[in-house]
């Protein structure tokens, strides 16, 4: 069993859809769970951080963690065709050191 | 903005040639990380370092080497290239959280 699960997508929605992304880990000392946006042929980069359980809101976008089910969740409302990207969870036990990935969902949003 | 710069996007070497990889952050951070990224994989740590001249094994570190003589560079070295090299390699460096990741650099070993 991987360290973190992530399905692989693709997944394509319209334009305004609200989408759930969704990670599974089997670690229980993770506590610092961030959310990655990747474009094609650019490097990933940070969208949200949340610390232990709980949700946290920026925008359009909110990064939803649950520790006692080992499962994180980013939710995108009024999804935009500039969202089509891969997104990657990933998870440490320690602040800044020890980043595990996910494998990333590839999201399509269609005009 | 904090740039990393990966020094080639594309590169192509033959087998058993030792391969350079060279990235370059501008933000005077102290953590540098080596990634290789594969379809269905994601992200596999390959080394990281927290000072200079400092360097720590990550998961894949096997036919890897690298080395940090100076806090904004950090190189990765594929000392004897296989074909199992093939993949794309992304650079990041990060303070806190936050890893700021480089374009990445896609290398073919023939």
């Known amino acids: 069993q991987k360290e973190v699960e992530q399905d692989p997508g693709p997944l394509s929605v319209p334009e305004g859809a609200i989408v759930s992304l969704n990670c599974t880990y089997s670690?229980?000392?993770?506590?610092?769970f961030m959310w990655y946006r990747q474009y094609s042929r650019k490097g990933p980069e940070l969208l949200m951080y949340t610390y232990s359980s709980g949700n946290k809101e920026d925008g359009r976008f909110t990064a939803q963690v649950d520790k006692s089910s080992k499962y994180i969740s980013l939710f995108i409302r009024d999804s935009q065709p500039s969202d089509s990207a891969t997104y990657l969870c990933a998870m440490s036990e320690n602040y800044g050191q020890n980043f595990v990935f996910g494998p990333g969902t590839r999201l399509s949003v269609l005009p | 903005d904090v740039k990393v710069t990966q020094s080639s996007r594309y590169l192509v070497k033959r087998t058993g040639e030792k391969v350079f990889l060279e990235c370059v952050q501008d933000?005077?951070?102290?953590?540098m990380f080596w990634y290789r990224q594969d379809p269905g994989l994601g992200l596999r740590l390959i080394y990281f370092s927290y000072d200079v001249k400092m360097k720590e094994k990550g998961d894949i570190p096997e036919g890897y080497s690298v080395s940090r003589e100076k806090k904004e560079r950090f190189s990765l070295i594929l000392e004897s290239a296989s074909t199992n090299q093939t993949s794309m390699y992304l650079c990041a460096s990060s303070s806190s959280l936050s890893q700021h990741f480089g374009d990445g650099t896609r290398l073919s070993i023939l």
């Open positions: 670690n229980s000392a993770f506590q610092y």
């Open positions: 933000m005077d951070h102290e953590n």
